[in-house]
């Protein structure tokens, strides 16, 4: 069971603005660790997303974008494109477990 | 570009030895933990360890006890070794970087699914 919550799925129409949560803790998140994101599409190398916290690597569109408050974290992406279809993961550390934690993973669907 | 290609069997027994490789092209990455994360289908991701080109090591505390990295400086390879596999073992396993300062993990493995299984 992951230390790092997530929904298991959302869906959006093309266009539409979508979010994701990552609800985590005073050991992780809450304990000001930061948050990263992943894209991950099954068979594939996993993608970094954002890191620390609201930061986009090189070639990530602006459409998406994240934040963080508390114990928690989330992911937006707006103006949503058939190709965001994939699993989306949240990452932190956490200091209880001395071990880098990842999120359960959200399975994102473009209706 | 950084690459990271990773190989190994994929086929094991219980109680046998995993024994994961990965390349890393691209000299950007030098400086950063060469980790290894695996993928059990029913419980996400999990971080397994890393090591630096140094030999500087962390492990996740929960896999330590069954758990060898190790580095190739002169090859730029680094290696994964769990003993004592169980089904439970049964995974995708990645290789990736992990930035030093940031603590994100910004270039992958394809990813190797090892099987462990009588």
């Known amino acids: 069971q992951s230390l790092l919550t997530q929904p298991p799925s959302v869906s959006g129409a093309p266009g539409q603005r979508v979010t994701i949560s990552c609800s985590g803790s005073s050991s992780n998140i809450g304990a000001d660790y930061d948050v990263h994101w992943y894209q991950h599409l099954p068979g594939t190398a996993p993608k970094l997303l954002i890191h620390?916290?609201?930061n986009r690597p090189s070639g990530v569109p602006d459409r998406f974008s994240a934040s963080k408050s508390g114990t928690s974290a989330s992911l937006a992406i707006t103006g949503l494109q058939a190709n965001d279809e994939a699993d989306y993961y949240c990452?932190?550390?956490?200091?209880?477990?001395?071990?880098?934690?990842f999120g359960s993973g959200t399975q994102v669907t473009v209706l | 570009q950084v690459r990271l290609v990773q190989w190994g069997a994929g086929l094991l027994k219980p109680s046998e030895t995993l024994s994961l490789t990965c390349a890393v092209y691209g000299g950007s990455v030098r400086g950063h933990y060469w980790s290894w994360i695996r993928q059990d289908p029913g419980k996400g991701l999990e971080w397994i360890g890393e090591?630096?080109?140094?030999?500087?090591?962390n492990y996740n505390p929960s896999l330590k006890s069954r758990l060898t990295i190790s580095v190739d400086t002169s090859k730029s390879h680094f290696s994964l070794k769990v003993s004592s596999l169980t089904a439970a073992d049964t995974a995708v396993y990645f290789c990736?970087?992990?930035?030093?300062?940031?603590?994100?993990?910004?270039?992958w493995g394809q990813g190797t699914l090892v099987t462990v299984s009588s």
């Open positions: 620390g916290n609201n």
């Open positions: 090591i630096t080109l140094g030999g500087s090591l």
């Open positions: 990452q932190s550390y956490d200091s209880s477990l001395s071990s880098h934690v």
């Open positions: 990736a970087t992990k930035e030093p300062l940031g603590h994100y993990f910004d270039y």
